[in-house]
């Protein structure tokens, strides 16, 4: 932990009181202080003050040889910055106790003095950075540091580092779950092993003569690039494959820890490298700031989670992405199409809001009513996917992602007009997914409440009307809030659905239940290729339709439960409700209450849309590398777009960006089933 310092002397006091006379001190105190001080001062002040004083200066030199004499220096090469854990949740865990409760040191190493001499690592790497480089270089050689790289002790610690280093990336590289992302070398040569083989004869030079340098043109260190560069070819192999193979949380971490271990080993071994004299200069400074970069970042938490996630994100977006073509309505056909698919989602949903209403009445717990809601929402939701209904809201998760592909696969501004055109396809489609599933939920509920008062001589909404025309205002319910919660749910199943695909893919279920000798044996071989197909095209999503359930289910209890104002609107649910509560008042009503809760579901409606659209563009952005900074020049482009042709973002008509738009699709599907 870093010595925090109250002293605010100017450096001059300071090597005074220290260096006034020769001392044999290897207190962290003075060298923390000096740093310190020449934050707040020039640093070409400082050399100039030891250029005059040669009795501080070289007391100071004696000083400094004393502190460094003989630390080690591996950890900080080895430790710092590298991922430590195979899996994320470890990892993240150690670093917030690092943070909190900074582990033990051994004190008599590299890593120990700058954790205790830098108050704040990544401002003093900063500082130092930003120097003027002649200046840095004098304050080296005036300190007789500039010639560090050279001493033997150093050549040896830089030398066990780098074999420790190639050790590990070569276990995590021959890992089982590793070697299945690259097929591509099993009949070919391990670059790993070859690179060990060069280190061997590195090892074997320095055993000769701990004198020994390498060169630039030297057989050893251009062979050691060489194998270094077909090592990451490896990594970044491994790491496309995951599309076509999928791949977990572990196997991930374990590419990102070789890469990082590859790219420390290249930043080693560039320090060996003297061509000229002013080389020892350069790779001493260059030493000084690796240390210092390298443990100013070893408990970042955000370059953690933003390397572990990112790939990870890539695969879930990239198979809601597939699932998202389907949405995206490009022909007339398809568009009525999509009406005839929201209708029957409307149905079913007209049914579900009158079977909720009828499950509030049951006299139960909290938990008994969060379960049943739940269930009610799940079993209707998966009927709609498995009857391939449509429930308008579940789109923007999905084609989002596929937005995002399209997008990204493309190239300069063109891309962006085609864009632009399949963001009005997708739009149109939403619009009538919207039309078709509250045309129809209304009129349902209306139906099915009736029908029950025929038989039962009971209005059963004439109790619960005023809380559903209540929590159709926006003005006195949080409708706009908990459709915003609707929305947030509607990107989490889309979550669920890519990670169930990639696990599926990753794990192989669809081929070993084909394979599986049970069902083979008791049930025949077309059963098993029959159950093997309908698990890869339906499981995934039967999951995150009925997770999604659970969630708008259990919201409103939690939130009682927990005294929070919780519970979740969705255009769809929202138009039935207002059926509902319109018929539990026999349709007398204020024109106010009529056409505020009428405004309203539609307002609930573009906020499930915008949030869980938003969120999902979001995710499926940052998984490709698409530049935030582009998003202006394409929101300009589609907003151009749809003031030259607003009717297309409501009605397919015809375009001669149809086709290109519809090769762009259709691409991305073709990618797909290669995968």
Not at 19 to 34: M, Y
Not at 512 to 523: L, Q
Request: glycine residues 4%.
């Amino acid at each position: 932990m870093a010595i925090r310092l109250l002293n605010k002397d100017s450096f001059s006091t300071i090597l005074k009181n220290h260096f006034s006379e020769r001392n044999e001190t290897v207190s962290l105190q003075p060298l923390s202080e000096i740093i310190s001080s020449l934050k707040r001062e020039d640093l070409d002040v400082f050399t100039a003050y030891l250029k005059d004083n040669d009795k501080i200066k070289e007391n100071l030199i004696y000083y400094i040889y004393n502190v460094f004499k003989d630390r080690p220096f591996n950890l900080s090469l080895t430790e710092a910055d590298i991922l430590s854990e195979n899996a994320f949740y470890p990892e993240f865990k150690k670093r917030i106790l690092n943070k909190v409760l900074p582990p033990i040191e051994n004190e008599k190493t590299i890593w120990y003095l700058v954790d205790n001499v830098l108050v704040t690592p990544r401002k003093d790497l900063q500082f130092f950075q930003n120097s003027p480089e002649d200046k840095m270089d004098e304050l080296f050689q005036l300190l007789k540091i500039d010639q560090f790289i050279n001493n033997n002790h150093v050549k040896k610690e830089l030398l066990f580092s780098i074999n420790i280093l190639a050790w590990r990336v070569i276990g995590n590289a021959l890992d089982v779950e590793v070697m299945k992302m690259v097929p591509e070398y099993r009949n070919f040569d391990n670059p790993f092993l070859a690179l060990q083989n060069e280190l061997d004869l590195l090892n074997a030079k320095f055993k000769e003569s701990s004198n020994f340098k390498l060169t630039s043109s030297d057989e050893i260190y251009k062979q050691t690039k060489i194998y270094l560069e077909q090592c990451l070819d490896f990594v970044t192999i491994a790491f496309k494959n995951s599309s076509k193979y999928g791949i977990s949380s572990k196997t991930n971490q374990s590419l990102l820890k070789i890469r990082q271990q590859l790219q420390r080993m290249a930043d080693i071994i560039k320090l060996f490298v003297v061509d000229e004299e002013k080389d020892y200069l350069i790779n001493s400074k260059q030493l000084f700031f690796n240390i210092i970069k390298y443990k100013s970042h070893k408990n970042n938490l955000r370059d953690l989670v933003s390397d572990s996630t990112r790939l990870m994100s890539h695969l879930i977006t990239n198979h809601t992405a597939e699932t998202g073509t389907h949405y995206i309505t490009s022909t007339f056909k398809a568009y009525m199409k999509m009406f005839w698919k929201a209708s029957g989602g409307g149905v079913i949903v007209g049914a579900l809001c009158v079977l909720k209403m009828l499950y509030s009445y049951v006299p139960a717990s909290d938990f008994a009513h969060a379960f049943l809601f739940s269930m009610n929402y799940a079993m209707g939701f998966v009927m709609i996917y498995l009857m391939r209904f449509t429930l308008a809201t579940k789109q923007p998760a999905m084609t989002a992602a596929t937005m995002a592909k399209v997008l990204s696969e493309g190239d300069n501004k063109n891309t962006y007009v085609e864009f632009a055109h399949v963001v009005s396809q997708l739009f149109r489609s939403q619009f009538i997914a919207f039309v078709g599933n509250v045309l129809l939920s209304f009129p349902v509920s209306l139906i099915i409440i009736y029908g029950l008062e025929i038989l039962f001589k009971q209005n059963f909404a004439f109790e619960k009307s005023s809380k559903l025309l209540y929590d159709l205002n926006p003005f006195d319910s949080k409708a706009i809030l908990h459709a915003c919660i609707a929305g947030v749910f509607l990107f989490i199943s889309g979550v669920i659905s890519g990670n169930i695909s990639n696990n599926s893919v990753f794990y192989q279920i669809p081929r070993r239940i084909a394979k599986n000798p049970f069902i083979n044996y008791f049930f025949g071989q077309s059963i098993a290729k029959r159950l093997s197909d309908y698990y890869s095209k339906n499981w995934a999503g039967i999951v995150s339709n009925f997770w999604f359930g659970v969630f708008l289910g259990a919201t409103a209890p939690i939130g009682l439960f927990l005294g929070l104002d919780l519970d979740i609107r969705h255009i769809t649910f929202a138009a039935g409700n207002f059926a509902l509560g319109l018929y539990g008042k026999d349709f007398v009503v204020s024109s106010y209450t009529f056409w505020i809760s009428f405004v309203t579901v539609f307002v609930i409606g573009f906020f499930n849309f915008a949030v869980s659209f938003g969120l999902s563009m979001l995710l499926a952005f940052r998984s490709r590398k698409v530049e935030m900074n582009e998003a202006r020049e394409i929101f300009k482009e589609i907003f151009r777009y749809f003031v030259k042709n607003p009717f297309r973002f409501f009605f397919p008509l015809r375009s001669r960006l149809d086709e290109k738009s519809k090769r762009m699709i259709q691409d991305i599907s073709t990618k797909s089933e290669d995968h």
